[in-house]
Structures are given as C-alpha cells and as structure tokens.
C-alpha cells in the first residue's frame, strides 16, 4: 500500500479545494439563473431568490413555448448550427491536412498560411463584407449567416498544428500500402485526430449558436432571426414592436427577470446536452500508441 507524504497530501488538499472553488464559482451562477427561471415574479422583484426557486412557477416558459416568434427563431438557430457546424469542419480539415506538410511536399505551404493569417490580422470593414453579401444576393437567407465565415482560419491554424504534431511513420507507412492523400487525410489522420477535433467541432457550434449580430445586420425580417439575434433584439434592447398584444399582456404579469433567465437557460441547454459526448475526447488522446518503438 503506497503512503502518501505529508507534502503530497497538503497539495492534494489545496489542489482540490481550488478546483471545487473554480467549480463552483462557474455552476452557482447558472444555479441562480435556473432558480430565478422557475420562480414567480414577486419574489424575483423582492430578491428572495437565491439558489432555490421561490413560489415555484412555469409561466416564464409557458410564454416561451406559447410565442410563434421564439419557437421559430430557435428553429433557425438549429438549421444554422446544423449547417454552419458541417460547413466549417469539412473546410477546416480539407484546409489544414495540406498546410500542415513542409515545403518539400507543398512548396507553397508558406505563402498559403501567410495569406489566411492575414486575414486574421486585418479585416475590410463592416461596409464592404456587407456589401459583398448583398451583391451575392444572400442577404435574408439561411445561407448569409454560413458562407461569410465559412472558413474559421483560427480553427484552421488550431488543426493545422496538432497535425503536424502527429507521427510522420504514419503517413508514410499508408504511402506505402498504396494510400494517396484523401485516403491517408480521412483514413489516417481524421480518426486519430478526434479530440482536437472534437474541441474545433464545439468551439463551432457554440460560435454559431451565441451569434447573434450578424442576424440583425443580415435578416431584413425579425421572423428570419435566429435565437441570438432574437434575443438581443426582444430580451435585451425590450423591443416589443414585433410582439403581439397577448404577448405584451403576458410580459406584463410575469417578469422581466424570470423571463430572461428563463430564455437563457432554453437557449444554453442544447450546448449542456452536446458537451457530455464531446467530454471523452478531450481527456484522452487516442493517438497514444499508435506507433510503436
């Protein structure tokens, strides 16, 4: 039986009470919220609620699940999320496999990457890319929030690397077994390279999921909105002119709190649902012994 030393086991014990600190200093927050969200409306406006709902009430997600607006709005976000998230990774992987060989396989490989860091580093302004979606005739379609930013350069540099960090006795051993490149990419270098994957395929679809200016800048219609955009334009500017009059009549019996909190705990649990299948990957890298000694 292994005894711990007495250092070892004071840095355990200050290791774990940080970490439940951290923890909680990120989860209680979301607790309030939660519990604010299925509280009544007087003791929310009284700050009686704390980490438990006070006079448990629905009405807040009744209202929710009774708005046209809402439920549409939502229904955009996930085409987008659906959509945007398979755009961005097909891109991502097809860009980074080849600019992550050295110059003797891609003699070009530099000039390449230069170019897509420069457009990390500067930007044509808000008028020109409006301007050039509009041209392209995309503006109030699902597609204006997808194509702009179709290639995430900082996802692209993120892959590039953790590819370049992988054994080269792979690519070369399904060179030799007659594999080209498109094999050795989706093949080889796909399955193993899973938890950076995995990380890009979240950071993504919280991306599209959290956007919400380029829908109020490219969406002539409230009811083309995503959730984001409807959000920031009804629960944070307070913008009733697209509400109905029963709705307005709703907003007035519950309250503003309650339904804040209740629209971001519908608007965050589908990324709560997705996480835990992504977990795995970014404990254990699965490249771990693939290549022997």
Not at 167 to 174: A, F, Q, R, T, V
Not at 230 to 256: F, G, W
């Amino acid at each position: 039986m292994h005894v711990l030393s007495f250092g070892r086991r004071i840095f355990l014990t200050v290791n774990y009470t940080v970490l439940v600190l951290l923890a909680c200093s990120c989860l209680l927050p979301f607790i309030n919220v939660l519990a604010t969200s299925l509280s009544s409306s007087p003791a929310v406006n009284a700050g009686e609620v704390s980490l438990w709902p006070v006079d448990f009430s629905l009405a807040s997600y009744r209202y929710i699940v009774s708005n046209p607006a809402f439920v549409g709005s939502f229904g955009i976000t996930l085409e987008r999320v659906a959509l945007g998230t398979a755009v961005n990774m097909l891109l991502t992987i097809m860009l980074a496999y080849p600019l992550s060989k050295d110059n003797r396989s891609f003699r070009l490989r530099t000039v390449y990457v230069w170019v897509f860091v420069f457009t990390i580093l500067f930007h044509g302004g808000l008028i020109p890319w409006y301007m050039t979606i509009k041209m392209t005739h995309l503006l109030d379609t699902i597609w204006a929030l997808i194509l702009p930013g179709a290639v995430p350069v900082f996802n692209v540099i993120l892959l590039l690397n953790f590819f370049r960090s992988l054994p080269k006795e792979l690519e070369e051993s399904s060179f030799i077994d007659g594999a080209g490149h498109w094999t050795t990419m989706w093949k080889i270098y796909v399955p193993i390279s899973m938890p950076a994957i995995a990380t890009i395929l979240l950071f993504t679809m919280v991306g599209h999921w959290n956007s919400w200016f380029d829908g109020l800048i490219l969406m002539n219609s409230p009811k083309h909105y995503p959730l984001s955009s409807y959000l920031q334009t009804v629960i944070i500017q307070m913008d009733y002119s697209q509400l109905k009059q029963e709705d307005i009549d709703l907003l007035a019996v519950i309250s503003n709190r309650t339904t804040k909190a209740a629209q971001i705990i519908v608007g965050a649990l589908p990324i709560l649902i997705v996480y835990p299948f992504l977990q795995r990957y970014f404990v254990k890298g699965i490249v771990l012994g693939s290549v022997k000694e």
